[in-house]
């Protein structure tokens, strides 16, 4: 996917010189509430959502031409180009993309075998990239009475991306934190999507079991220009208050939280999928997020307007390291519907059923997920009273 290059967007780009780039120091992106863009972001009628089609906002020129950069100057496992797409027929709607290069250049995962494995400094981890890799250090400006702040988040590049713009979303790596899902990680993934004026730039979160390659905090950012069957997928309420849906649709049922805005809604949706994300990982129930620009819960449609924030979440069984001999992985962008494929092969062969198959294999049995779906919505009663 072509990007185009933000010529006036200098000021998180890498020295010429190589020895420069340490003493540079990490640049910060500061962001007001004025920069969260909650009006309805919407695909162009005439275009599946290439950004050159669509206005950039401040953001998305900061991540855009310093990963432009990074990629021109090697910092990648692999050079990526323009991925073979194809939309697989269905009802489903799967967006399939041929990406060789990740399959067989990506970093070998860590050894991890529980949701709640500890940090271990011996281990790979996001304070041994290279200066090169960050792009910028991402705070917000706590510029409202009551807003909460924001603790620094550095956005680096995926040196084995998925697609154009993949960066990774680190709060403060030197704590050391485990892949357990924290509340200001979440902010700061959601506010991200709302930084960007591109409605297919998307976040999301993989635990420890559910796919997580590196057991130290990080989420994932990325630029799909394809619309997503999770984007206006109908839901069912699971509670008097509507604080909680149940997403059925096709690829995987899942739990859907919804945000029109930032301030106190933003916060009490934080607040609910962390404490849904803390009950998995306390009951080793390994788990994927995907956060995205959406439509409203309720009786909607593929083409309903993206009004707001859709945060989804898919307990499903564990999975420890990478299955050799599948056509793809399954994470939080395949349960979404964008299927990352290794081999030339897979990619032409491809049936919806057959991806179906592989993502259904990976969800909890039925009586596991009604014990996980009666809890969450204890979770939630417990916050109403």
Same mark, same amino acid.
Request: glycine share 8%; aromatic share 8%.
């Given at each position: 996917?072509?990007?185009?290059?933000?010529?006036?967007?200098? &000021?998180?780009?890498?020295?010429?010189?190589?020895?420069?780039?340490?003493?540079?120091?990490?640049?910060? *992106?500061?962001?007001?509430?004025?920069?969260?863009?909650?009006?309805?972001?919407?695909?162009?009628?005439?275009?599946?959502?290439?950004?050159?089609?669509?206005?950039? &906002?401040?953001?998305?020129?900061?991540?855009?031409?310093?990963?432009?950069?990074?990629?021109?100057?090697?910092? *990648?496992?692999?050079?990526?180009?323009?991925?073979?797409?194809?939309?697989?027929?269905?009802?489903?709607?799967? +967006?399939?993309?041929?990406?060789?290069?990740?399959?067989?250049?990506?970093?070998?995962?860590? &050894?991890?075998?529980?949701?709640?494995? #500890?940090?271990?400094?011996?281990?790979?981890?996001?304070?041994?990239?290279? #200066?090169?890799?960050?792009?910028?250090?991402?705070?917000?400006?706590?510029?409202?009475?009551?807003?909460?702040?924001?603790?620094?988040?550095?956005?680096?590049?995926?040196?084995?991306?998925?697609?154009?713009? =993949?960066?990774?979303?680190?709060?403060?790596?030197?704590?050391?934190?485990?892949?357990?899902?924290?509340?200001?990680?979440?902010?700061?993934? +959601?506010?991200?999507?709302?930084? &960007?004026?591109?409605?297919?730039?998307r976040v999301g979160f993989n635990s420890l079991g559910g796919l997580a390659? +590196?057991?130290?905090?990080?989420? =994932?950012?990325?630029?799909?220009?394809?619309?997503?069957?999770?984007?206006?997928?109908?839901?069912?309420?699971?509670?008097?208050?509507?604080?909680?849906?149940?997403?059925?649709?096709?690829?995987? #049922?899942?739990?859907?939280?919804?945000?029109?805005?930032?301030?106190?809604?933003?916060?009490?949706?934080?607040?609910?999928?962390?404490?849904?994300?803390?009950?998995?990982?306390?009951?080793?129930?390994?788990?994927?997020?995907?956060?995205?620009?959406?439509?409203?819960?309720?009786?909607?449609?593929?083409?309903?307007?993206?009004?707001?924030?859709?945060?989804?979440?898919?307990?499903?069984?564990?999975?420890?390291?990478?299955?050799?001999?599948e056509a793809f992985n399954v994470a939080l962008c395949e349960l979404a519907?964008?299927? #990352?494929?290794?081999?030339?092969?897979?990619?032409?062969?491809?049936?919806?059923?057959?991806?179906?198959?592989?993502?259904?294999?990976?969800?909890?049995?039925?009586?596991?997920a009604e014990e996980v779906q009666a809890a969450l919505v204890a979770l939630?009663?417990?916050?109403?009273?």
């Amino acid at each position: 996917m072509a990007i185009p290059y933000d010529s006036n967007e200098v &000021s998180y780009l890498l020295p010429s010189n190589k020895e420069d780039w340490e003493e540079q120091g990490i640049p910060d *992106f500061v962001y007001g509430q004025e920069e969260l863009l909650m009006r309805e972001i919407q695909w162009p009628r005439n275009a599946s959502g290439v950004p050159g089609a669509l206005p950039l &906002s401040r953001f998305d020129s900061a991540v855009c031409s310093a990963w432009r950069q990074r990629m021109e100057l090697g910092l *990648f496992r692999y050079h990526l180009g323009e991925l073979q797409t194809q939309t697989l027929p269905g009802a489903v709607g799967f +967006v399939a993309q041929l990406n060789v290069e990740r399959g067989v250049q990506r970093r070998r995962p860590q &050894s991890i075998r529980s949701v709640r494995q #500890p940090f271990d400094p011996e281990q790979f981890n996001f304070n041994k990239v290279r #200066p090169g890799e960050i792009l910028f250090r991402l705070h917000r400006e706590p510029d409202l009475p009551g807003a909460v702040q924001q603790e620094d988040i550095l956005v680096m590049i995926n040196v084995s991306p998925l697609e154009w713009g =993949h960066v990774l979303l680190v709060p403060e790596p030197a704590r050391g934190l485990p892949q357990r899902l924290l509340p200001g990680a979440l902010r700061a993934g +959601v506010e991200a999507v709302l930084l &960007s004026l591109h409605p297919g730039f998307r976040v999301g979160f993989n635990s420890l079991g559910g796919l997580a390659s +590196v057991n130290h905090l990080h989420l =994932h950012g990325y630029y799909l220009a394809h619309r997503l069957p999770v984007e206006g997928a109908p839901s069912e309420p699971l509670d008097p208050g509507g604080h909680l849906h149940f997403l059925q649709a096709l690829p995987a #049922p899942g739990f859907l939280f919804y945000t029109g805005g930032p301030g106190p809604d933003l916060e009490a949706l934080v607040s609910r999928v962390c404490r849904a994300t803390d009950y998995l990982t306390d009951h080793e129930i390994a788990h994927n997020l995907f956060v995205t620009r959406g439509a409203l819960p309720g009786k909607t449609s593929p083409s309903s307007a993206l009004t707001g924030v859709r945060v989804i979440l898919w307990a499903r069984k564990s999975s420890f390291g990478i299955k050799e001999g599948e056509a793809f992985n399954v994470a939080l962008c395949e349960l979404a519907g964008h299927l #990352p494929i290794k081999t030339s092969q897979d990619f032409t062969s491809l049936t919806e059923a057959a991806a179906l198959t592989l993502i259904q294999d990976c969800l909890l049995p039925p009586a596991q997920a009604e014990e996980v779906q009666a809890a969450l919505v204890a979770l939630v009663a417990q916050e109403e009273q």
